[in-house]
């Protein structure tokens, strides 16, 4: 069952010193134009899904793009929808570095989700930075020890995480739900906890738009992320396992040590992606709150070709087709919906790099093919 | 309160729920059975159920005719294993990829489509729906009786399907030449089996009973459809595949299993017994995780399971 990751696409083995830099440029940009296709691929089906049931597709189009970058307003709820994609995205490509795949990350964030509120309801009195980042920390915690379960059951008895990991996301709602309904439930008939202090609420970048500071942190931890893998060692010893584990045994890397690892990071993403949440838009744990930005983020790891800026760009791609498909549905009276149906069919045309190479004949020169996630 | 738990636990009624219940599970576990003997990982199954409910509930919508609708619904099932397959087979996407792929798209589409039809975004207008059945003699005798006397013919057939599944699966050339592509596809290529049409076979006939078991959520049982509402059954089916040891009527106990503490998890909250139903509803999956990670019995998953082959023959 064990599949080759290689999202990184470095192709040049005998490619000499003073190429790399511009063959890693190049080979950065087919993974762009290769993901760009896929979107574009992706639109044109939707659009001819639109002109099958008479909707006008011009009008949805534009509306919906002008609901994503349109006006402030409009790029606030981008930016703001696509902050726990980032960290979602983030929880599954740096599995994917070590060759694993998190799926887990839906119950991760719940995790991280809990465990931030929970902190957040007793830093009353912090100052204002220590208030937000103690519930993050607890948040990130929460998602690593759970997201190291996937990582140790394949280490210690080879369970595919794939599934280990499908079972812990069903496993992590119930059990949050539970806990919340059980020890924290806030008086009402929904299954939430009390509201958290106002110390701990995330403060608004431009005051009225939603949009937080969490974005921010998204950005800097795609440099963190990026700068994880270019030049740690520990990082190098992430992806050696990801390319090849005999290999990377031979060369004296504990692979299992690796898994256990990167299935902890991936969770540490995930649960603060839950923490950020709660601090910014729920402002209190809500059992069952996820809309699926676990599963989003695998789109956006996927789409980002595991690469850490890749995966940022696939993130504001998304949430301004969340942010741009509320306008579509207000403006061209077309369902919202419309939109995971986009994001669906990305995934699908991203997974498979032959179904798009059979569309175009792409023959780039020096043979830089859009790699295989598989 | 422990003897009205058990006189929950030990009831008839509560028995002919869980196979009630079982059904849409345990033909999804069919479903994976068939893609992962033939060596391809489907996590597309709850896709593919909530695809074959909402189109199972068109087809009865438009039609007027529940029967037409199940074949619509199974028809639906179909054709999304479909193009699970081509993408994973031809083009040789990630399996697990491609699955939460077809698994958000289904999700869209139904959603979406549901507000297109119907003009809601919760639950359909009731459709014409398959009426359970009494069968004349079985009905009449004590305990069986009660437990499949009264049921929906959607479960019947369902357990023809399974047992017909467990057959053409071990006890057929077809279904032998299936387990060699999920252990061995270079050896079952050498022999001259045609590799890649046994693998979109096996998926899409996996979809096609994720299909049927769809129209049974929707129009074999409320005659309604509800957004996403297949509602993790098909990751219920995954696990029971697995529980079930690869195998559909191993398969089909692992989901009565799941179904059955499901069903005293709900009689109970009617009754208002305190009991913590989510740790009840965990069970089925921390138990896969247990017999996943080896701790009953040792379990094997088809060796060349994931993999993509590329026969010498082909481009």
């Known amino acids: 069952m064990t599949q080759k990751n290689d999202l990184t696409s470095v192709t040049a083995g005998a490619r000499s010193r003073s190429s790399r830099l511009s063959g890693k440029v190049r080979a950065a940009l087919t993974e762009l134009g290769f993901s760009a296709f896929a979107i574009t691929l992706a639109l044109v089906i939707s659009a001819l899904l639109m002109i099958t049931l008479g909707y006008d597709v011009g009008l949805a189009y534009q509306s919906m793009f002008r609901g994503a970058f349109g006006s402030l307003r409009g790029v606030s709820q981008t930016l703001l929808r696509a902050t726990p994609l980032l960290f979602t995205g983030f929880a599954v490509a740096i599995a994917f570095r070590a060759g694993l795949f998190n799926i887990g990350a839906e119950g991760q964030l719940y995790w991280g989700a809990l465990a931030c509120a929970l902190v957040a309801l007793t830093v009353e009195g912090l100052p204002k930075t220590i208030a937000v980042a103690l519930p993050l920390l607890a948040a990130g915690l929460a998602g690593f020890l759970w997201g190291a379960v996937p990582g140790i059951l394949k280490a210690r008895t080879g369970a595919h995480e794939v599934i280990t990991s499908i079972m812990l996301n ?81 060369g004296g890397v504990s692979s299992k040590r690796i898994q256990v690892l990167a299935m902890g990071f991936g969770g540490m ?47 504001l791609l ?12 207000l403006f061209a009276r077309i369902p919202s919906d419309l939109t995971i149906v986009v994001q669906g069919l990305v995934i699908i045309l991203v997974a498979a790099p032959a179904a798009l190479r059979a569309m175009v004949r792409w023959r780039k020169p020096n043979k830089v093919e859009p790699v295989d996630v598989a | 309160m422990w003897l009205e738990i058990l006189a929950v636990v030990f009831n008839l009624r509560t028995l002919n729920a ?44 438009a039609t007027g005719s529940a029967l037409l609708g199940t074949l619509i619904g199974v028809a639906a099932g179909a054709a999304t294993a479909a193009v699970f397959s081509i993408f994973t087979v031809e083009f040789r996407a990630n399996h697990v990829v491609a ?48 437990v499949i006397g009264v049921q929906s013919p959607f479960v019947f057939v369902m357990i023809a399907l399974i047992v017909g599944g467990w057959i053409l699966l071990f006890r057929t050339p077809l279904g032998l030449r299936i387990r060699m592509t999920g252990e061995h596809p270079e050896a079952a290529d050498t022999v001259g089996i045609n590799v890649r049409f046994i693998k979109h076979f096996s998926v899409i006939l996996g979809g096609a009973l994720c299909g049927f078991g769809g129209a049974y959520l929707s129009i074999g049982n409320i005659g309604r459809f509800s957004m996403g509402m297949s509602a993790g059954r098909g990751f219920m089916g995954l696990a029971a595949n697995i529980f079930g040891q690869w195998n559909p009527i191993g398969g089909l106990g692992a989901s009565m299993l799941f179904s059955y503490a499901d069903a005293v998890q709900i009689r109970l909250q009617t009754m208002e017994i305190a009991l913590p139903h989510q740790i009840i509803q965990m069970i089925p999956y921390l138990l896969t995780i247990v017999i996943l990670a080896g701790g009953v019995v040792k379990s094997r998953p088809p060796a060349a399971l994931g993999n993509h082959y590329r026969s010498g023959g082909d481009a």
């Open chain 1, 318 to 329: 998304f949430g301004a087709l969340d942010s741009g498909g509320m306008s579509m549905q």
């Open chain 1, 170 to 250: 069903s496993i992590a709602i119930f059990a949050t739900t539970h806990i919340t309904s059980r020890y924290f439930m806030a008086p009402g008939a929904v299954d939430q906890t009390e509201r958290i202090v106002a110390a701990a609420v995330m403060p608004q970048i431009i005051p009225g738009t939603g949009l937080t500071a969490g974005i921010f942190l998204g950005i800097a931890m795609a440099a963190l992320v990026a700068w994880f893998f270019g030049h740690t060692a520990l990082g190098y010893d992430f992806q050696a396992v990801g390319r090849n584990v005999d290999a990377a045994e031979y």
């Open chain 2, 99 to 146: 699955g939460v792929g077809i698994n958000i798209l289904a999700l869209g589409l139904t959603t979406w489509l549901m507000q297109v039809v119907w003009r809601t975004r919760g639950i359909s207008p009731a459709v014409a729906r398959v009426q359970s059945i009494r069968v004349p003699l079985i009905s009449s005798i004590p305990v069986i009786g009660e």
């Open chain 2, 18 to 61: 869980a196979i009630r219940m079982s059904t849409p599970i345990a033909l999804a576990a069919m479903g994976g059975a068939f893609s992962e003997r033939a060596g391809v990982i489907n996590i597309g199954l709850e896709g593919m159920l909530l695809v074959g409910a909402f189109a199972g509930a068109v087809g009865s919508y």
């Open chain 1, 269 to 315: 993403m995930a649960g603060v992606a839950g923490g950020i949440v709660v601090l910014s838009l729920l402002n209190r744990f809500v059992a069952n709150f996820s809309p699926g930005y676990g599963f989003t983020g695998i789109a956006v790891a996927v789409l980002g070709r595991g690469n850490p800026w890749g995966v940022v760009l696939a993130a």
